[in-house]
Each structure stands twice: as C-alpha cells, then as structure tokens.
C-alpha cells in the first residue's frame, strides 16, 4: 500500500519530466528549424530586393557594355579577326605587311587562351611604331609580344610578334538568390579603357535565322 | 472538537515525513504539469506565428525570384560583362613589349641625323639596341643621354666598336 501511494504521488512529476523531454525537444527543434528557414528566406529577401534593384539600374548601360566587353575578348578563337585587323591597320598607316602567320596551337592559362600572331612590316620608323601602337588599342585584345625592328638606307623593317586572346563565355548563371554586384572602380576602368578600343568592322554576330543555319536546342544565352 | 481517526489497517498508513515529501512530490508535478501546458501553448502559438511569417517572407521571395527572372537577359549580360572584364585584367597584366617600346621611343627620335639605328630588339624583359655614330660628338652626346636615362634600371654596354668607313658601332642592353 506505501509502494502505490509513492507511485501516485512521483507518477504525475514522472510524466511531466518526459512529456518536457519528449514534446518540449520536439517542438523546440520544430520552431528553431521554422526560425533557420524564416532566417534564411528573410536573406533571400534583402538579396532579391538588392538585385532587383541592381538590374534594373544597370538595364540601360550594361547591354552596349557587354558588347564591348565581348569584342574585345570574345568567346571564340580569334585568329581569324586579329589577321584581318592587322591587315586593316597595316594598310590605315600606310605600311607594308607580310609573312602573317600564326601558330598553330593555343595556349590556355587560367581559362585564358591565346594564339601567337608574326609577321613583318616595311615602312618608316614612325609609321611601324604608331602602327604597334594601335594594335594594342584595338579589339580582339592583342599584345604585342616581341619587336624586331631594324633600319638601313632603304627604310626601315620590323619583325613583330602578336598574342591574341579569347575566353569561352560563361556557361551557367549564378543561383537566383545570389546577389551581384555593380562594377568596381577598377572594373569600370578596365570597361572605359576597352571601350575606347577601335571596333573590327563588323562586331555584329548574326542570329541563326540571320546565318542561314538552324537552330536546335537552346541559345547560348552569353551571346551578346 | 473534531477527533481524527485513521481507518487504514496498521502498517498501510504513511506517516511523517515521507508523507510530506511524497505531498510535496505531488505538488511539483501538478505544477509541472500546469508549466507543461502553458509551455505546450506558448509553443504553439509562435509555431503558428512562425510559419505565417514564413509563408508570408516565402511568397514575397517567390514573387521576387519571379520578377528577377524576367530581367535574366540583364543579369546575363552583367555576368558576361564581369567574366570579360576579369579576363581582360588578366591578359592586360601579361608581360608586353609596347611599354618598353614607348620608353624607348624619345630616346631613338631625339638621334642626331648623323647617327643611325641599326637593329632594335624589344621584348617584355629588356631592350637591345644597335647604333652607328659618325662621328665622336655624337658618340659622347649619346652616351650623355645614357647616363641622363632615369626610366631605365639597368643600361649595358654590350659592344663598342670602330671602322673608318662607318664610325662608331654602339650595342647596348636595356632593362626597365
């Protein structure tokens, strides 16, 4: 009989000990997971409103910008536009080109790739050295490597070396919720710097229907 | 006067102070329990509060996430525009020949009209030149300019040589 009455009495505090344990752990990981995700979603929020924002105060410009920015390191090996702007710029400044060749292979450093450009040109000493000039102010980005340049009572000739870059365009966007960033100083630097490059004649890339060929799948949406 | 009777059998009652713990006992868990249910209540109701909050948070993110993806033409383009521009910083900070050829520029405009540049090598490392004086006059001019020479860091006599037919060859090392 002193065994039941202990029991009723320390059966009530038993149970109250496990239903804290129990229920009391259960809800308080329920609220504190609702609170992560509240958390969470409330980041996403701040980060949306900001890129929202972002976007649409960057629409107007960003478009010709990333023209620019794709001319002058497109995605696409650029051998091919950076002869044909060499040939252009040799006969703007009035000097003579030849043996252009390019290196067969690439190299690529950091998703960085980039083909070697030799030829020589025959002019005078100030026209060879405003035409070195240009090449590297004009766009695909191109640098001038090595110089050769030698000088007798016939004129002047020079042998010249040419890197010539290109980058493969992005291929995924960043998660939705992942905000962006407006352009650095030093970005907008760069942005201005290439911008004043001289354009190939034609930068326009036609559109699939515009080439003639047809379109399967998905656009690549970096097309600028 | 009340009297008190106990009609439990010898042995059955509980007596002193086991009987105050055991009321005591008895106690706390009553109170427990009441702390268990208003516990149980306050939980509930910021549970349900919560999950308002959430869903209401949740769909102002959907409908931002919605109104993001119809400017998804802008964000490509500024992530293109950011992937160029980093690898344009990148090509730009390689080694390059143009600057020393800038450098060196003023220098070989500036020859007097008696002295000829022969051969002019540039890379992104150094500068070699080669250089025909007719006369010493000029010759000591252009070893005067040499040492006037402030851009360069390192300026080497690679050779130096005479015939009477075309005067002082000069071959120099620069490096910036």
């Known amino acids: 009989m002193i065994y039941k009455r202990i029991l009723s009495s ?4 038993i149970i109250v000990i496990i239903l804290f344990l129990v229920f009391g752990n259960y809800g308080i990981g329920r609220v504190r997971n609702l609170r992560s995700q509240i ?5 996403d929020k701040t980060a949306l409103t900001e890129k929202l924002n972002m976007l649409r105060t960057i629409s107007t410009t960003v478009e010709s910008s990333s023209q620019f920015a794709a001319s002058a390191l497109p995605g696409e090996n650029t051998v091919l536009p950076a002869r044909a702007r060499i040939k252009e710029l040799a006969v703007a400044n009035g000097v003579v080109l030849s043996n252009l060749k390019s290196d067969l292979g690439a190299s690529d450093v950091s998703g960085l790739s980039s083909v070697r450009l030799n030829f020589d040109l025959a002019g005078t000493r100030s026209e060879i050295i405003a035409f070195l000039k240009l090449i590297e102010n004009t766009a695909p980005i191109s640098l001038v490597d090595k110089i050769t340049f030698s000088e007798s009572v016939e004129g002047s000739s020079a042998t010249i070396s040419v890197k010539t870059f290109w980058a493969a ?13 407006d352009l650095t100083v030093e970005e907008k630097n760069t942005l201005d710097k290439i911008s004043a490059f001289a354009q190939p004649a034609s930068t326009e890339i036609p559109t699939d229907s515009e080439a003639g060929g047809e ?5 690549n949406p970096f097309l600028p | ?4 009777i106990n009609l439990l059998p010898p042995g059955f009652g509980v007596t002193g102070n086991l009987g105050k713990i055991l009321k005591a006992v008895r106690m706390v868990g009553v109170i427990g329990l009441a702390f268990f249910l208003v516990f149980g209540l306050g939980i509930s109701i910021y549970f349900i509060v919560s999950t308002i909050t959430f869903n209401a948070l949740k769909s102002e993110t959907n409908s931002l996430k919605e109104q993001v993806k119809t400017l998804q033409t802008t964000e490509q383009q500024i992530v293109l525009l950011k992937d160029r521009i980093g690898k344009i910083n990148m090509a730009l900070g390689l ?7 800038i450098a060196i520029e003023p220098f070989i405009s500036n020859l007097s009209s008696s002295a000829s540049l022969n051969q002019l090598e540039i890379d992104a490392q150094k500068i070699d030149l080669s250089f025909q004086f007719r006369s010493t006059a000029d010759t000591s001019a252009f070893i005067k300019s040499l040492s006037d020479m402030k851009d360069f860091r390192s300026v080497v006599l690679t050779s130096f040589g005479y015939d009477s037919t075309n005067g002082y060859t000069v071959g120099i090392s620069i490096t910036k």
């Open chain 1, 10 to 13: 320390t059966l009530p505090l």
């Open chain 1, 39 to 43: 958390s969470q979603t409330r980041q």
């Open chain 1, 169 to 181: 365009f992005p291929q995924t966007l960043p998660a939705v919720t992942k905000s962006i960033t």
């Open chain 1, 215 to 219: 379109s399967i799948g998905r656009q």
């Open chain 2, 1 to 4: 006067m009340a009297t008190k």
């Open chain 2, 95 to 101: 080694p390059e020949a143009i600057k020393n050829l």
